[in-house]
């Protein structure tokens, strides 16, 4: 299906843009991000942020394809169709939360780095 490879495309896009700006972000030599940031690749990799956006739009486009499709919708198909997809997200969610203020804080280093 033509919509979830656009769906892996834009997975991919966000992770890797993701990562390179946290790396410029964490440089402290302000004249490195200027030639970085020079350079006409960089703003694909820039753009990643509004990418999130179309897996959004996918998201949706998909529960409505869904919806659409059966005739028989009822309140209470609505309901478990977003508890299920918030059961689903929300694992990952608090991992990563908990990871956050746990574990990450741990983990750095440099003249940058704040400790708390």
């Known amino acids: 299906n033509i919509l979830n490879g656009v769906r892996t495309v834009t997975m991919m896009w966000i992770v890797m843009g993701s990562t390179f700006l946290f790396n410029v972000i964490g440089a402290t030599n ?5 030639l ?8 694909l990799l820039e753009a990643c ?10 998201g949706g486009f998909f529960l ?4 659409a499709k059966d005739s028989s919708n009822t309140y209470k198909k609505y309901v478990f169709t977003i508890l299920q997809k918030l059961m689903r997200i929300l694992p990952a969610y608090v991992l990563t ?3 956050w203020y746990s574990v990450f804080i ?3 280093s440099g003249p940058r780095w704040i400790p708390l």
């Open 30 to 34: 302000a004249a490195t991000i200027d």
């Open 49 to 58: 942020v509004l990418t999130s956006d179309v897996l959004f739009f996918l």
């Open 64 to 67: 409505a394809y869904k919806f």
């Open 97 to 99: 939360i908990l990871f």
């Open 36 to 43: 970085v940031f020079q350079k006409p690749f960089v703003l």
């Open 106 to 108: 741990h983990l750095g």
